[in-house]
C-alpha cells in the first residue's frame, strides 16, 4: 500500500496563504484527495483532483479560495490554499481515491496529517 506524507501547515492569520504537499511513496495512479478535520467535527472532504490532473473536485466552502495541483514525476499533490478564514483552521489529510463517490470510504492510504490554524 503506497505511504502518504503530508506537510506544509502552520499557523496563519486571516486571509494568509499556506501551500499543503502530499508525497507518496510511489507512483499513483489514482485520483487523490485532500479532506480536513476540525475539533469534534467529521472529517470532510476538500479538494479531489484525476490523475492527469484534468479534473478536479472543489468543496463550496472552499471554491474560490483553494486549488488543487499535482506533479506525477514527483509523486506530489498540493493543496494551495489563499485567503484563509478561522473557519479553515483543522488537520489537513490526503488520500488516495479507491471508489466513485467524494466520501470518506472513497479513498484510502491516508497520510497523518498535518495541522492548520488560523486566527482572527
Known amino acids: 500500500q503506497v505511504q502518504l506524507v503530508e506537510s506544509g501547515g502552520g499557523s496563519v492569520q486571516a486571509g494568509g496563504s499556506l501551500r499543503l504537499s502530499c508525497v507518496a511513496s510511489g507512483p499513483i495512479y489514482n485520483s487523490m484527495g485532500w479532506f480536513r478535520q476540525a475539533p469534534g467535527k467529521e472529517r470532510e472532504f476538500v479538494a479531489r483532483?484525476?490523475?492527469?490532473?484534468?479534473?478536479?473536485d472543489i468543496a463550496d466552502s472552499v471554491k474560490g479560495r483553494f486549488t488543487i495541483s499535482r506533479d506525477n514525476a514527483k509523486n506530489t499533490v498540493y493543496l494551495q490554499m489563499n485567503s484563509l478564514k478561522p473557519e479553515d483552521t483543522a488537520i489537513y489529510y490526503c488520500?488516495?481515491?479507491?471508489?466513485?463517490?467524494?466520501?470518506?470510504?472513497?479513498?484510502?492510504?491516508w497520510g497523518q496529517g498535518t495541522q492548520v490554524t488560523v486566527s482572527s
Open positions: 483532483i484525476s490523475r492527469s490532473g484534468s479534473s478536479r
Open positions: 488520500a488516495r481515491r479507491t471508489g466513485a463517490g467524494l466520501g470518506v470510504t472513497d479513498f484510502d492510504s
